[in-house]
DNA sequence: GCAAGGTC
């Protein structure tokens, strides 16, 4: 029997043809590039086996003659518009390789990634097979990670393909595309002529379900700096300085007041009177350990902001980097979600091959002679990738790609280490009937662990001189102080990324890319402060965002609530519980109740445009 | 000239 493989993408293809023929396969090229064909017995199910990939998705849409000028019908048209499915040109030599192989073949296994979209694109590459091949029996393999063992179980047992899962991705492709396109032109058609930023015919104002939600978090930011106007508050300041038992040296100890601070003078300036020149009592010492805990397992959108907050790498660039580092089979599969390491893991393994680095080797070496401790695990598995890890030792890298593999091997290596471990001590005293206390942590951490190659924590503190319980003294310093609630800043990259995934806007694969869209179509200016680079709207940005709140929508466009719910729609037509075809019709409605709207109340937007342009 | 999702 002939069984013909298709993964999503070549690494994949390459990885389970090494697993299940034990290395001994032939390779052949296809027209394709980066795509090779992996020929080999398999006895275990009495087959020979052809395995191939994919690219991602197979098919591109987009609207027919008749929809796709910008001039050819009205906007509103798009909705109901019928759209073309289609391999495109860049992608023919993928579909011709697969047809070639179907006709040869019996069956067909489909090994895309088991998520929606690879369920989808199995989709795909079965209608393309079937019309080569009318017979071809088609199977599904499910994995979970590229282990040896879970591979031959996927062969051996293969199920069936998800239809629904390929549904809901179908639905949404649909809705993004008709409802980006009708609001885009709809935009883009209006502000033309009426703005000068816009002036050009290149000039897109897009709209997208991802993009302008995510213009939203910026634009929500920057409007709270500006309107922030800051507030005094008030609180009494208490310390006690003397020399140190050890040092001879005076230090000063700080009391900080439990009430925190209080935004009424004449409250604090009352209970301050009412302290008189009371002497301060401790009534508690007390003195236990305290952990830092090592970090989780490394997803993308956590790689994604250590990279901007540590690296000082934008997003999209970070995982530009990491993909890269891949590709050379540096690093595992860069764009995943998954935050705990599957129970079979060879950690052990991984760890040699680091113990031959200048910088980290020795740490590694400790590891493996019984500095070693299980990973923590996170809340998500996405069930189809590992979380991010080195693969290899990369000796011979330089620059961005240097400082991502250090990031990834540095960040592994804390995954397996243990917790760093400190003292704490915790002083509370009584002082005129209010209460203060002191925390300090011992600046000699008892078991540095993990901090000693995560080396992008840090974990300094202030130590606390010694105090009895019962113990009398005559504060230093005992008065009123004032200060100032401070103004928020603007949002970072990796602020924006949280808020993103917080909110289910884009995925992993493609949050750096939304952020790239709205700067690419000046909503936003990356503005420099010090090291950290700040994400501020432009004025186009603003008026489109504040144009569309007048409008005064509940669900609004640039909120996140919208693309939530296509997202749990997707989910329902997944449980079977909604049809494809009533999760396109419910999403579209929606969208064009809106569209009616936004076009009639469009002055709104284009004069908040006017007046910030 | 439009989207978001895969991937190279």
New binding site residues.
């Given amino acids: 029997m002939r069984v013909l493989c298709v993964a ?4 994949i293809a390459k990885a389970i043809s090494q697993i299940l023929s034990g290395g001994q396969f032939a390779a052949t090229n296809t027209r394709n590039k ?1 795509i090779k064909n992996y020929e080999f017995d398999y006895p275990q199910t009495q087959s020979f086996f052809t395995v191939t990939a994919v ?3 197979l098919t ?4 027919y003659e008749t929809h ?1 000028k ?2 050819a019908c009205d906007a509103f048209d798009l909705f109901d518009a019928p759209v073309e499915t289609k391999v495109p040109p ?1 992608n023919k030599d993928i579909e011709n390789n697969l047809m070639t192989q179907a006709r040869r073949a019996q069956v067909l296994m489909i090994w895309t ?1 088991c ?1 929606r ?1 690879g369920e989808h694109i199995g989709m795909e590459i079965a209608k393309v097979c079937r019309k080569a091949n009318a017979t071809i029996r088609i199977k599904r393999a499910r994995f979970s990670a590229i282990i040896a063992q879970q591979i031959h179980n996927a062969a051996q047992h293969p199920v069936e393909l998800d239809k629904r899962q390929a549904d809901a991705v179908e639905a949404r ?1 649909m809705l ?2 008709k409802v ?2 009708a609001f ?2 709809l935009q ?1 058609l209006i502000l ?1 002529g009426k703005i000068p930023q816009i002036a050009d ?2 000039n ?1 104002v ?6 302008f939600p995510t213009l939203g978090f910026v634009v929500q930011r920057y409007s709270l700096v500006k309107n922030f106007v800051p507030e005094s508050f008030w609180y009494i300041y208490l310390s006690l300085t003397r020399p140190s038992p050890s040092q001879g040296t005076a230090e000063e100890t700080k009391f900080n007041w439990k009430r925190n601070h209080l935004f009424d003078e004449v409250v604090v300036a009352n209970l301050y009177d009412r302290m008189g020149n009371s002497l301060a009592v401790v009534t508690k010492v007390t003195n236990k350990t305290t952990k830092k805990w090592k970090p989780l397992p490394l997803t993308t959108v956590e790689l994604q902001k250590a990279g901007s907050r540590l690296l000082k790498l934008a997003p999209k660039k970070v995982l530009d980097v990491a ?1 890269k580092l891949y ?1 050379q089979g540096f690093v595992s599969y860069p ?1 995943t979600e998954t935050d705990e390491f599957d129970k079979d893991f060879d950690h052990m393994g991984l760890i040699a091959k680091q113990t031959v680095d200048p910088s980290w080797g020795a740490f590694a070496t400790s590891l493996q002679q019984g500095g070693y401790n299980s990973p923590r695990k996170g809340k998500n598995n996405d069930k189809a990738h590992p979380p991010i890890h080195p693969t290899a030792h990369a000796g011979n890298l330089a620059g961005d790609e240097k400082r991502v593999y250090e990031y990834i091997t540095r960040r592994y290596l804390a995954c397996c280490s243990k917790d760093a471990e400190g003292w704490q001590t915790t002083v509370d005293v009584v002082c005129g009937g209010e209460e203060f206390s002191a925390t300090g942590v011992c600046l000699v951490v008892k078991e540095r662990n993990y901090l000693n190659v995560y080396i992008y924590d840090k974990w300094t503190g202030h130590t606390v001189p010694d105090f009895q319980e019962g113990e009398e003294f005559q504060p230093t310093l005992c008065e009123i102080r004032q200060g100032e609630t401070s103004r928020p800043n603007y949002l970072t990259e990796a602020d924006l990324v949280t808020l993103m995934d917080k909110n289910g806007i ?2 992993d ?2 949050i750096a890319q ?1 952020i790239q ?1 709205i700067i690419d179509r000046d909503y936003v200016i990356e503005r420099m402060e010090g090291a950290t680079k700040y994400l501020v709207p432009s004025t186009l940005g603003i008026g489109l965002i504040e144009g569309y709140n007048q409008i005064g929508l509940v669900k609004n466009v640039s909120k996140p609530q919208m693309r939530r719910e296509t997202e749990r729609k997707m989910v329902q037509v997944c449980e079977g519980t909604v049809s494809k075809n009533d999760m396109l019709i419910e999403g579209l409605n929606q969208y064009k109740e809106m569209f009616v709207i936004v076009r009639r109340e469009f002055q709104r937007v284009t004069s908040v445009c006017d007046f910030f342009c």
């Fill in positions: 999503e993408k070549p690494s980066y690219s991602g998705h591109a849409h987009d609207f796709r910008w001039h860049d990634d998520d979209e492709i993004d595309l980006g396109a885009t032109r883009t033309q015919e290149k897109v897009s709209y997208g379900p991802c993009q993909e590709q764009r884009g995925t694969a493609t939304h869209t």
